[in-house]
């Protein structure tokens, strides 16, 4: 173990960074995506493709995942400050 590098607290710092910085967004993307899948049927005059059932609730679920991480972190900072 070296002195000066906490190789412990560095790889968790790390996996959070990970899933924090590169995670939710692209869950966030994923759920965008369900919504309006490509080469679904055209639905009204603004054009934008239409999601199944299927599509919505992966939306939901999705997008209750990153609120829920916000929330967490929210909760994080007011609670250790």
Same mark, same amino acid.
């Given at each position: 173990? !070296? +002195?000066?590098i !906490?190789? !412990?607290?560095?790889?968790?710092?790390?996996? =959070? &960074?990970?899933?924090?910085?590169? &995670?939710?967004?692209?869950?966030?993307? =994923? &759920?965008?995506?369900?919504?309006?899948?490509? #080469?679904?049927?055209?639905? #009204?005059?603004? %054009?934008?493709?239409?999601? %199944?059932?299927?599509?919505?609730?992966?939306?939901?679920?999705?997008?209750? =995942? =990153?609120?829920?991480?916000?929330?967490? &972190?929210?909760y994080?900072i007011? !609670?250790? +400050?």
């Amino acid at each position: 173990m !070296n +002195s000066w590098i !906490n190789l !412990n607290a560095l790889w968790k710092i790390m996996l =959070v &960074g990970l899933l924090a910085g590169a &995670g939710l967004p692209a869950l966030f993307a =994923v &759920g965008l995506r369900a919504l309006y899948p490509p #080469g679904r049927t055209v639905d #009204g005059p603004a %054009g934008r493709p239409t999601a %199944g059932p299927l599509g919505y609730t992966a939306a939901v679920l999705c997008f209750a =995942v =990153v609120l829920a991480a916000i929330g967490w &972190g929210i909760y994080v900072i007011v !609670n250790h +400050s």
